[in-house]
């Protein structure tokens, strides 16, 4: 027999005769008749009860069963006379699959972040946990389906590089040899690094396949204990022929209404848990992501929008400067009420591939901000004219030599091309509420941390 899954025996809401289950057991209540296991099997945020009486096969195990224990139980799904629940099984045969001792860590009760995360292994039995790793799959599946509905093509950039995309980034050295070896006698015969990001090598096939995008692991080795940074990481990395930073801007926001929109339909009950325990703004920050247009204003005016707020600010705004999280917090949450594109940065504060504009002093960036999060996306038209990105690279000291296929590129039919990056997981501290980038991720890698 199949074995359903308690998602879909209590979606469909009505009685069977006989259906099997597998979980793990988050109560058992003993009475002189009956025993009532709470089962959950991950598939949704609701538990089933089975009841459990003397004449079950299987009943003797009963006395080896406690909190955490895996089982399987054969029964009737019957409509429930207990508060709370429509349905229950009457098992016919429990079976006891692994045990689990009286000290399981797990117990019922509320358990901080900060102990759960010392058992990473355990806590997506928890229903924070276990919503927001069910919320983590859907909203991959919901990623590719917006790219291939649109003719996007998926495709898979290297993680080792000898190249760094932003030009000034903190990496991990990828090595096969000590520390006083030359460099030559290295696997790859050059300094080779773990990938800050894909974008590089997908302008390539942007500009052979039309519209691509990458979705996967990247990595930085800054030395940082914020909420919001992790050494190990995901990014979602379109790039896009034929696309100037309008449209470009136009992709990022159908794409966050979309899988906004999808999440909200899709995931409806494990939403609610963080709405309603997590983040009490959750659906109104969800609703606006869904529904409102977004803001669109050049960097220049958005300087001049902080310099006026009645706001002060930790660090001080001037043109010329690199916004904040606080900066970029209060033109989302406070001035504007909703998701703000800041476009039009200047050039000096930005990487060497992204186009300059004519004022020869703004390239063509922009950055999507998004309340609680700050900047959720950034991306650029990409300089498609090699004497340009030539002159770019010199001013900021960068080798042509590293870059040769990548200013190749820009000899044979270039062309505009527009793209963009989103960090996958801020996406979902976004949809969630959750506020530190480690419990959006089963085994997050920070400085000092490798367990799991």
Wanted: aromatic share 10%; net charge negative.
């Amino acid at each position: 027999m199949k074995r359903s899954k308690i998602e879909s025996l209590l979606k469909e809401g009505c009685p069977k005769p006989e259906v099997l289950i597998c979980g793990w057991v988050r109560t058992k209540r003993d009475s002189k008749e009956f025993s009532f296991l709470e089962v959950n099997d991950g598939s949704c945020l609701k538990s089933i009860q089975v009841i459990v009486d003397a004449d079950t096969p299987g009943y003797k195990s009963l006395a080896n069963i406690a909190t955490g224990a895996g089982i399987s139980v054969e029964g009737e799904l019957v409509a429930s006379p207990g508060k709370g629940q429509s349905l229950e099984i009457r098992s016919k045969e429990l079976t006891l699959l692994g045990g689990s001792p009286e000290n399981y860590p797990l117990q019922k009760k509320r358990h901080s972040d900060e102990f759960l995360r010392t058992i990473a292994h355990l806590r997506p039995r928890t229903n924070k946990y276990g919503a927001i790793f069910r919320i983590r799959s859907k909203t991959t599946q919901i990623i590719h389906r917006f790219f291939e509905e649109r003719g996007f093509f998926c495709i898979h950039t290297p993680i080792i590089t000898g190249s760094d995309c932003e030009g000034a980034g903190e990496m991990f050295r990828v090595t096969t040899v000590s520390g006083t070896a030359p460099v030559e006698e290295d696997f790859f015969s050059k300094e080779t690094n773990l990938t800050v990001s894909g974008q590089l090598p997908a302008e390539m096939l942007a500009l052979s396949l039309g519209d691509v995008y990458s979705f996967g692991p990247t990595f930085r080795a800054e030395n940082s204990n914020t909420s919001r940074h992790a050494a190990e990481f995901w990014m979602l990395e379109p790039e896009m022929a034929f696309c100037d930073l309008s449209g470009n801007m136009d992709v990022a926001e159908d794409l966050i209404k979309f899988v906004v929109a999808g999440i909200l339909d899709e995931c409806a009950d494990d939403i609610a848990l963080f709405a309603n325990f997590v983040d009490k703004t959750l659906m109104a920050t969800l609703t606006s992501l869904r529904d409102d247009n977004y803001v669109r204003l050049p960097y220049r005016d958005a300087i001049d929008i902080l310099k006026s707020a009645k706001k002060k600010f930790e660090y001080p705004v001037a043109f010329g400067s690199d916004l904040q999280s606080e900066h970029e917090r209060y033109l989302a949450e406070e001035h504007f009420k909703k998701p703000v594109f800041l476009f039009n940065y200047p050039k000096a504060i930005k990487p060497f591939y992204m186009r300059v504009n004519d004022d020869n002093e703004t390239v063509a960036a922009m950055d999507l901000l998004v309340p609680r999060i700050g900047e959720l996306i950034g991306g650029s038209q990409r300089e498609e004219r090699m004497d340009v990105l030539q002159s770019r690279m010199k001013e900021m000291d960068l080798p042509e030599e590293e870059y040769w296929w990548y200013i190749d590129s820009r000899k044979f039919g270039s062309v505009p091309h527009s793209g963009f990056g989103l960090g996958f997981e801020r996406l979902l501290m976004l949809l969630t509420g959750i506020s530190n980038i480690r419990d959006v991720i089963a085994f997050p890698r920070t400085p000092g941390s490798i367990d799991f």
